[in-house]
């Protein structure tokens, strides 16, 4: 239930128990004390007063989110449908990718056992991750959008993802985790300065850039946490070490373009 509602079905609850106190004496209800406080319901709700914004968004009603999170959640696209794959079919932009679905999501970046040269010990694509990759690819073909330089990190669910999509990569480990779960300012720097000359870097003329990765490394330099896995985000490099953040991508949303 929303917030907004909730406040709603309060006061309602709050304005049912005075009539009844007003006919027969009742005391004081109990619910009251069940019930959250109304600035509490109303606190975050656009269009209540005293609120200033919505907390939670897609992918979770109410929940506590990051702000990366919320970045992505809130996230409005400056290009889509027809407008967003004709500037696609020009070329001149970085498409991110986080990798598609994997069996399970935890930080394999951290775990002692994790090898980079051995996908045994790593998070693997499942089916729908495999399916997602497949249905880019045939999308990126149908839409005849031009890919130039594929990117990838060097964990298998990123690399391959990036085989599985467009048929080859060249691994980078500039897209790599930091081996930690969480990171200090200085990480978070460190992971922003790896990225930045990929996102950043003018594809050549007719093309774009496909670079996939992993959400900590996007969200390091953007400050969008990509989310779910298989978001892409539509970057266009200004040539003087910048971007526009133009739009962002679902697996499935590629066909309806």
Request: charged share 20%.
């Given at each position: 239930m929303t917030k907004r509602l909730k406040a709603v079905e309060l006061f309602l609850a709050v304005g049912l128990v005075a009539g009844l106190a007003a006919?027969?004496?009742?005391?004081?209800?109990?619910?009251?004390?069940?019930?959250?406080?109304?600035?509490?319901?109303?606190e975050g709700v656009e269009g209540v007063e005293g609120a200033e914004s919505v907390e939670g968004g897609e992918g979770g009603e109410g929940g506590d989110y990051s702000a990366g999170e919320q970045a992505n959640a809130d996230f409005e696209d400056k290009l889509?449908?027809?407008?967003?794959?004709?500037?696609?079919?020009?070329?001149?932009?970085?498409?991110?990718?986080?990798?598609a679905q994997t069996e399970k999501d935890y930080a394999d970046q951290a775990d002692p056992s994790m090898s980079l040269d051995d996908c045994e010990t790593q998070r693997k694509l499942n089916e729908v991750?495999?399916?997602?990759a497949e249905a880019i690819r045939a999308a990126f073909t149908e839409k005849a959008i031009p890919v130039g330089d594929v990117i990838a990190s060097e964990y298998?669910?990123?690399?391959?993802?990036?085989?599985?999509?467009f048929g080859t990569h060249e691994k980078?480990?500039?897209?790599?985790?930091?081996?930690?779960?969480?990171?200090?300012?200085?990480?978070?720097?460190?992971?922003?300065?790896?990225?930045?000359?990929?996102?950043?870097?003018v594809p050549a003329d007719g093309t774009n850039t496909?670079?996939?990765?992993?959400?900590?490394?996007?969200?390091?330099?953007t400050g969008i946490y990509p989310d779910p896995q298989g978001m892409a985000y539509v970057l266009t490099p200004d040539g003087s070490g910048g971007?526009?953040?133009?739009?962002?991508?679902l697996p499935e949303e590629w066909a309806n373009l």
């Open positions: 006919c027969g004496g009742a005391e004081t209800p109990t619910a009251l004390e069940t019930e959250p406080d109304v600035a509490a319901q109303s889509s449908g027809s407008e967003l794959l004709s500037a696609l079919q020009e070329g001149g932009h970085v498409i991110y990718f986080r990798h991750g495999i399916g997602q298998c669910r990123a690399w391959q993802t990036a085989d599985l999509a980078n480990a500039d897209l790599n985790f930091l081996p930690f779960e969480d990171y200090t300012d200085e990480q978070v720097e460190e992971m922003k300065s790896n990225v930045m000359p990929l996102l950043t870097a496909v670079i996939v990765g992993h959400d900590d490394i996007f969200e390091a330099a971007f526009i953040i133009q739009a962002n991508m």
